[in-house]
């Protein structure tokens, strides 16, 4: 059984296939992990070969919602040393998620910044183009906030670049409007930011600290990023950096419309494989261990993300590899 056998990212062995995707609790406590999310993430390591908290904002401008976990301030680290403790005493291992909101960031009393000032979605504020000097700092900022997961006890982080977030809004055409190095008229220039956040963290916390990308490979829409740019793309990540890629939606979010098969991403997690050279993540609809094995048989992919069913049944690893 597939889903049962180790895998391994960076030097990193995981026990299994089992992953908790990162999902958003909304229940943080001044940028900190509360109790009840300390509660809820340790409940769900049993058996469970990975957890990836949700994300977490790098920059206070980049908030997405006023109950996001931080981490842009070193002093929080105490507070995820205790979070990394709970799970680690599972048996798990664990990682932080680091993301920037761009366009889609709201309750910090900041200008919302964009690659090129377009919405995303018509419901968001009206946001400003990124200045090249923002584009530094916000590099920077990813860097800073993978040392303070490393220094809280994460085993790994994974850069946020899905769902229209500011990362999927220099990927998608729909959004980067933008001329020069970051271009929105080509593949290369799409992803550069992405590559560039990807080495600079790399070189800040070593070659043997696991990286993941959680990359939100097709847009869904007329216009927007495409299934066949996907190799492509997944090779420039894995040249700057990255150990795992996480496979999700782009400007549609985590969910495919009319797809209701387990596995909704799996033809973009299929195509992620044949670039990638590094292990790949599928999340999407998988409730049973059957459906999981299959998603790996069928070579979709190395690992699968279980979410909405580990947040109803919080053993669901133990029971599946039961």
């Not at 709201?106 to 584009?135: F, H, K, N, Y």
Request: glycine share 10%; aromatic share 6%; with cysteine.
């Amino acid at each position: 059984m597939l889903l049962k056998e180790p895998a391994t990212v960076n030097h990193l062995v995981l026990r299994n296939r089992i992953v908790m995707p990162p999902m958003a609790t909304g229940k943080a406590e001044q940028g900190g992990p509360s109790a009840g999310q300390l509660a809820h993430y340790a409940a769900r390591a049993g058996a469970t070969a990975l957890i990836i908290v949700e994300h977490a904002y790098v920059s206070p401008e980049g908030m997405a919602h006023r109950t996001q976990l931080s981490m842009a301030s070193d002093e929080l680290i105490p507070a995820y040393r205790k979070l990394t403790g709970a799970v680690h005493e599972r048996g798990a291992a664990v990682f932080a998620q680091l993301n920037h909101a761009g366009a889609l960031a709201q309750d910090s009393g900041l200008p919302a910044l964009s690659p090129s000032g377009l919405s995303v979605w018509e419901r968001e504020p009206v946001s400003r183009s990124m200045t090249a000097e923002e584009i530094e700092v916000l590099k920077s900022r990813f860097v800073s906030a993978a040392l303070r997961a490393k220094a809280a006890g994460f085993d790994g982080v994974e850069i946020h670049g899905a769902h229209g977030y500011l990362l999927n809004q220099f990927y998608s055409p729909l959004t980067n409007h933008r001329a020069g190095a970051y271009s929105g008229a080509t593949l290369e220039g799409r992803t550069r930011l992405q590559a560039e956040i990807l080495q600079a963290v790399r070189a800040a916390v070593g070659r043997d600290y696991p990286l993941a990308f959680r990359f939100g490979a097709c847009d869904y829409r007329d216009g927007g990023s495409r299934m066949e740019e996907i190799p492509a793309a997944c090779r420039i990540f894995r040249e700057a950096g990255a150990d795992l890629l996480d496979i999700s939606g782009g400007l549609n979010g985590y969910t495919v419309k009319g797809v209701t098969e387990p596995g909704w991403f799996s033809l973009l997690s299929a195509l992620a494989k044949k670039g990638a050279g590094v292990p790949v993540l599928l999340t999407g609809g998988v409730t049973t261990a059957a459906e999981a094995e299959a998603l790996l048989q069928s070579g979709a992919a190395d690992l699968i993300g279980v979410g909405r069913a580990m947040l109803k049944t919080p053993d669901w690893a133990a029971r599946a590899l039961a």
